[in-house]
């Protein structure tokens, strides 16, 4: 049974049932019409982000969007063309940089046989991404498979998430030679680390990588999970609805496998669970 028919079954099976996304990587997800604020923030004195503002009603229809089967998406890239780009995805890159090399490749032993993902950056400032085009999240929750190879490259790796255009978006990155993982934000193509933590690296072939963007009445926050544990959770909420893909930044490459992308929703309480 494929991931995304899966998800949709136990959406539609179990409506009010919600599990943390810490809790496991295949979780029910149960739709709520959150209308949680987006605020329009100020980056310093006098200074405003060029994003245009969501507003709450504007929220409330993106997420009423979000109930649709169609988002729910397990990209294997097993049917794609060898040495193509995958169909489906757009290669794009930072203003002023040439478009990274992003390309299906075999591999003998990946997490899905037999086609990954390969990208290529090539130069210390570049950020290369692999857009997929006609998906737009609100909240996401996104999973990947990655491998650097032995002996990890210096550079970063990772997922872009409420992106707008290649000069607004989440991204949370993997330094596999640093053994550091980032959340940042790019707001009219100047970047902040929201966020920065230590790794705890599994000597394993692929990693597994999983985001979470979520909601609790006016605040949104974003989790991650690197090797099945909970590696950095920020709160920001500047960016909106947008697109997802892949990131590939600094002098390095890495191989890509199994892209799950799904809406998520929160329907946590406002006060904790009796303690039985």
């Not at 329009?40 to 969007?65: D, I, M, N, P």
């Not at 940042?184 to 597994?208: F, P």
Request: overall charge neutral; glycine content about 10%; aromatic content about 8%.
């Amino acid at each position: 049974m494929s991931y995304k028919n899966e998800l949709v079954r136990q959406m539609q099976a179990v409506p009010g049932r919600y599990r943390s996304g810490r809790a496991s990587l295949l979780r029910p997800v149960s739709c709520v019409g959150v209308a949680a604020l987006a605020g329009l923030l100020v980056g310093g004195a006098g200074e405003t982000w060029a994003v245009q503002k969501e507003t709450s009603a504007e929220k409330a229809e993106h997420l009423r969007q979000q109930a649709n089967p169609e988002l729910f998406n397990d990209w294997t890239f097993d049917k794609d063309q060898v040495g193509e780009v995958p169909k489906g995805f757009t290669v794009l890159a930072t203003e002023g940089q040439s478009a990274g090399a992003w390309k299906i490749e075999t591999q003998p032993t990946p997490p899905s046989s037999p086609n990954v993902v390969l990208g290529v950056s090539r130069c210390a400032t570049c950020v290369q991404l692999l857009v997929a085009q006609g998906f737009q999240y609100e909240y996401p929750d996104l999973v990947i498979r990655i491998r650097q190879g032995v002996g990890a490259t210096p550079g970063q790796v990772g997922v872009v998430f409420g992106m707008k255009d290649p000069k607004n978006y989440y991204a949370t990155v993997v330094d596999l030679s640093q053994k550091a993982i980032e959340v940042v934000r790019v707001i009219d193509g100047k970047e902040s680390v929201l966020g920065r933590a230590a790794l705890r690296v599994k000597q394993v072939e692929w990693h597994t990588l999983r985001v979470q963007r979520n909601t609790i009445i006016s605040k949104d926050f974003v989790e991650t999970v690197f090797d099945g544990n909970l590696a950095l959770s920020v709160e920001d909420q500047a960016l909106g609805v947008g697109q997802v893909g892949l990131l590939v930044r600094g002098e390095t490459s890495a191989h890509f496998d199994n892209f799950n992308a799904a809406p998520l929703y929160s329907s946590r309480p406002l006060s904790a669970p009796a303690a039985y």
